[in-house]
């Protein structure tokens, strides 16, 4: 597992120059993927349109990409602004956010992508230099071969977020594998190819775990 040092918080208007540097060529092109397919039901209204910061939510997943990110799309089978950037569809509504990571994965494999970073739209603090991080786990250790997922710490179980996390473009066969078995779970992937935990800080690590489902979500400060 990858350890990180103290970094500082986001803000979604700066862009960080240095960290695309960080991204090694063997994981380009790197296609990031927004997770906005969400139907919102225990929140009560759209949650990824409601600002934080002054950003709405989706906009902030879209910008903490944009940073590293070679290209960057939206995953969803619904209606979105046509402001909130290039769409995707997710062939397979209703089945949850796996069936999300496989569009992306799909159009990853269509564009020719090394890697794709998948990042779920009610993570609002999740910022560039947690994604660059994550991404930078797919690289191999001196003694091994490169793992196939990254995914960051979080708080809780699992004790990994599979919705913020590279994914090597080969994982793209995996996942419809696990769909077409009957499988729904987001982590079954990461666990299906062995894949890395990337150990953040404290700090870190709770904004990865600071997703919105309900309103009163919106008051928890990572």
Not at 77 to 95: A, F, K, N, Y
Request: overall charge negative; glycine content about 8%.
């Amino acid at each position: 597992m990858s350890t990180r040092s103290p970094r500082g918080s986001f803000d979604p208007g700066t862009v960080v120059t240095d960290l695309a540097d960080s991204i090694p060529a063997s994981l380009r092109p790197l296609l990031g993927a927004v997770l906005a397919g969400g139907q919102s039901r225990r929140f009560g209204r759209d949650k990824i349109a409601v600002e934080v910061e002054g950003v709405p939510m989706v906009l902030r997943a879209v910008r903490a990409l944009e940073a590293l990110c070679d290209d960057v799309v939206l995953v969803s089978s619904r209606d979105v602004p046509d402001s909130w950037g290039t769409v995707i569809p997710d062939d397979r509504p209703g089945l949850g956010p796996l069936a999300g990571i496989e569009a992306a994965l799909r159009h990853g494999v269509e564009r020719n992508a090394a890697a794709v970073f998948i990042l779920a739209a009610d993570l609002p603090h999740v910022g560039p230099e947690i994604v660059a991080a994550v991404t930078a786990g797919l690289t191999p250790a001196s003694d091994s071969a490169p793992p196939l997922a990254a995914a960051a710490s979080r708080h809780g179980q699992p004790d990994f977020e599979p919705l913020c996390a590279a994914y090597d473009i080969q994982c793209a066969e995996v996942v419809t594998r696990l769909l077409d078995g009957g499988e729904r779970a987001a982590r079954a992937l990461v666990e299906a190819v062995d894949g890395r935990k990337i150990v953040l800080t404290p700090e870190e690590a709770r904004a990865v775990s600071a997703n919105v489902n309900v309103p009163a979500d919106l008051d928890r400060i990572p």
